[in-house]
């Protein structure tokens, strides 16, 4: 894993397999697939979180509102891949998470993806308290170990 | 188109373009990508039966309830296909259709497929009377048109 | 897991969850995703087996022969499902796995696949020595198992 | 169209339906899907421009280096969507387009997306003379229409 991986105290990590469904005729995974192993990602992300079945309740969905994504290797048939999820902001109706793809230390492909919550009418909705509570705590913890981080380095000099 | 194709007055014929999106590092098509052009082409012969938006819809849902496929030749980036549907029988809540998957003349794929048509609670429920009436519409033709063969070869005898 | 299921000594499982892209707009698993679970599951049969990275390789291929799947009941967003794979029969070119799909003890799909082994020009092609005597070995096992168990029958009665 | 699209000399455009396949559990077609509905815009683009089969040939890959997508409005089941593709930029290895998705006038989704040239060995290659010919000619149109338009538009005033 990469460094600021490491370093990021809420980055939350899961282990997917590729298979031959998920490649092309070029024998690579095609581009459209990293998208569906980052978005499995933040499933799991949320079921780690205890927020169990929660994509597409009754009374609110979650949609992708706009994602980034660079590719930097391809990605192999069989490959055993970490893909890893972060929160990097949080406004009331929408947040953003970093998300990177690894085979072992090698980084193969990042995105940034915002989240959006709509009411049942496809109308912004603010986030469930619930979600945005789990939110906030990860972006607290995460600003707290950058701070430490900073101070440790600053005491060694 | 094989002859047996040819010859049957209610067979829908879809042309569908194969995409890097549908092969897979074997170099062809995925064998679960036949199933999806299937579909399309059961759908646009809904289309052109004037049964435009039809699955899934508030009170009934369309489910496949039992396929089967025969995969005779490998399918190819680029091809440009000819997927056929026709009912070949119909029952109360379903109905079976033969497809078949052509690269010009060539059979590449054949299926067999039953539609159960399902209530809201996912429970059996009658075909809806205008669907039911144009299968049975077209299973008549079909049966009109074999005999008609069959005379025309008596005839020549 | 059924009664038939567990009391094959060769029956092999794999958990799969059911991701949000698997779903359809009829609010459950579209029918061609029960085909990549299967899929999936072969592939991990054989990575167990120690056949890994084994589909497409430099001078044969595996290729999907036919295909036939049962419906039974509709997989639903997030499931964890157990897929199995059990061999029935082999040929020298060929052999027929016999792959079931379920949510706890509850079957929801049955497959039975045939997979033959072709050349790199497509042509059948005589299975590896090692795939077929691991295949061999799992049909002994279970012949082995249903005669044991037939003895254990006569006797307790 | 949008007026910004129509006003493109070297915009294309390919009509792509939607068929339940492309949806998902929240009625609306799935986020990776409108990737894939730009890619085939793509190669439907190449193929008008007579480059038919080009993408993964014997010595060079064509591949996604980045792409950023913006989710405007829902795409439904059904949908008779256009895609549009236009030439933004060109670099030696790789090149950019702009790519829109529209229900009629109604913009649903926007991309921009990089496409690099690679070789077999998966380094950066030269685009073949033939593709940045025809690229550049595109590009070289649009600049007239530009120049056109912003003349006409001073001799209006």
Redesign the interface.
Same mark, same amino acid.
Request: aromatic share 10%.
């Given at each position: 894993m990469s460094q600021s991986a490491n370093s990021s105290i809420n980055c939350f990590r899961f282990p997917i397999?590729v298979? @031959?469904?998920d490649?092309? *005729?070029?024998? @690579?995974v095609? &581009? *459209?697939?990293h @998208?569906?192993y980052m978005?499995?990602t933040r499933?799991e992300w949320l079921r780690a979180s205890k927020f169990? &079945?929660y994509?597409?309740q009754q009374d609110y969905?979650f949609?992708? &509102?706009? @994602? *980034?994504?660079?590719?930097h290797r391809?990605i192999l %048939?069989?490959d055993l891949l970490t893909v890893t999820a972060r929160v990097i902001s949080c406004k009331s109706a929408s947040f953003s998470l970093q998300q990177e793809i690894y085979r072992d230390e090698i980084l193969l492909a990042s995105g940034l993806v915002t989240i959006a919550c709509l009411s049942k009418e %496809?109308r912004p909705r603010k986030l469930p308290d619930a979600l945005k509570n789990m939110i906030l705590e990860q972006l607290a913890l995460e600003q707290q170990a950058l701070e430490n981080a900073k101070l440790e380095q600053a005491q060694d000099n």
């Open positions: 397999r298979y @031959i469904e490649t092309d *005729a070029g024998g @690579i095609y &581009h *459209a697939n @998208i569906r978005e499995r499933t169990d &079945h994509w597409h969905n949609v992708v &509102h706009d @994602i *980034a994504v660079k590719y391809p %048939m069989d %496809m």
